[in-house]
Each structure stands twice: as C-alpha cells, then as structure tokens.
C-alpha cells in the first residue's frame, strides 16, 4: 500500500507538471504555421524602425528594438493577421511617420501624385513653346518670302528703267 499511497500523493504533482509543460510548450508552438523570411520581409520592408531613427526599414535595421518588431510581425502573421491589418497597427502605434510608403489619401494622396503631375505639366509647358516657337518662325518665314518678293519686283523695276535709259 505504500506504492499506492506515494502514488496518490505524486498524482497531483504530475498532472500540474504535465499542464505546466503543455502551456509552456504551447507558448514556443506557433499558432499556425511557419512564417518564412520572404513573408516576413513582405511586411517589414514597409515599415521604418524607430530604433534606427526611421532611416531603415525593419528588415535592414540591426537594433534590438528592430528585433524585438520583428518578433511581434511574425506572432501577428502566425495568428494570421493580414499585411494591411499588421500595418494599421503599428500606424496607430507610431503614426504615419514608421510607414516606409505613407497611405495614398488625403494630403499623402497629392504628395504621392505630386511629381507624376508636375512631370506631366513640364512635359505640357515645353509642347506649348516648342509649338508657338516653330509657329512664330513659320509666319517669320512667310514675311520673309513676302518682302523677297518686294524687293524683286523694285530691283525688276529698277533693271527695267536701266535698260530704258540706254
């Protein structure tokens, strides 16, 4: 009976250790399937690092805040968090500044067109010269043919009374 008794008394003992290991297990376990670096660095190349003063994406920063960001990415699409659902996280953590492309509304939607627009104004402006210029020289062309013209009936003219004279 003393088996049985050591027994019951190491009962309870075992099955805490055994929940204990299970939840600590369960911890290191994913909760989904395994995120791969290419995943990762899908949503970490859109995200500046606050550790590097916002000069580097978390993919390139080597601080241990960058690190500890990372982590926090792969937990989130472990869980299966979307891209956009991990990204207007850390907006609304960090604000507009920690996103590598900021959103395309608002003032950041004029800032993100701004220079397409004025590639295209420049491109406009220089066709518009370019067509009054070459317009200004044809009609300089057609007055200089008119006064050649001119200066050919005065000079027949001239040759005309020339010959009269003699």
Known sequence: MDKKRLYEKCMPGKIFFLILLLLLSGVSVSYGREI????????????????????YTLTNCPSAQAEQMRELIKDRLRKGESKEEILSYFEKVYGTKILAQPSK????FVAWWFPYFLLLD?????????FLWRRKNYKKEESDTAVDQ?????????????????
């Open 122 to 130: 420049i491109f406009i402006v220089v066709g518009i010269f370019l």
């Open 150 to 166: 001119d200066m050919e009936t005065l000079l027949e003219d001239e040759v005309r009374k020339f010959k009269e004279r003699e």
């Open 105 to 108: 509304k608002g003032f950041y």
């Open 36 to 55: 791969t670096r290419m995943e990762l660095e899908e949503v970490t190349d859109l995200i500046m690092s606050p550790g590097c003063n916002y000069i």
